[in-house]
């Protein structure tokens, strides 16, 4: 019996690109290895964070929705919590009608998300390079 | 009591957009139910309903768990339009 989860979690502002990314797909890795499908990604990217969270000001924010059995929520979190590089995590479990009706929702949002990112992240190069 | 009811009647606003649920990361759609100190608004005030202030309520607590809205905000703790901060 799988469930519906959502996966927010925050790596270090500190880090390069290379390093954030690694780290995404260090937890991406977890989650297939727990047999996780995993659904959407979002990246909402580098944000200024409300409160500092270990003398943190900004962060980068990941989410990921998935499916997977209740068990492997433990071994994530597991994994989250021994990761240096994760600051904050938090796992959202989405469980009646409504919520799951919401769940497809974000996910056919996530999937439209990262055309648009992937439309201005050029043009970001551009200007980084001028 | 009759004259102490000076306010208009409010309506509730999540009611008449029709929103079904109320994400964290929905900063807009929370925003409204936030104080200037970013405590959470009654609903005497708002007006919301019972089902969207008990939506909006989680998804606040949520939203402050992983520092998208502040929990307190003092005169240490100063924060300039948080909203707009996103770089």
Known sequence: MKNAYETLFIVKPTLTEEEINATVEKVKEVLAKVDAELRAELTMGMRRLAYPVQKHERGYYTVFYYNAPGSAIAELERNLKYDENVIKFMTVKYSNKRELAQFEKQIAAAKKAPEATSEEAPANEESAEA | ?87
Request: glycine fraction near 2%; include cysteine; proline fraction near 3%.
């Open chain 2, 1 to 87: 009591m009759a004259e102490r009811r000076k306010f208009k009647k409010r309506y509730c606003r999540y009611c008449e957009q029709k929103v079904e649920f109320i994400d964290y990361k929905d900063l807009d759609a929370i925003r409204f139910s936030l104080s200037e100190r970013y405590k959470i608004m009654p609903r005497r005030l708002t007006g919301n309903c019972k089902k969207h202030q008990d939506m909006v309520t989680e998804a606040i607590k949520r939203a402050r768990q992983v520092a998208l809205v502040p929990y307190i905000v003092d005169r240490k703790r100063v924060i300039e339009n948080p909203f707009e901060l996103i770089k």
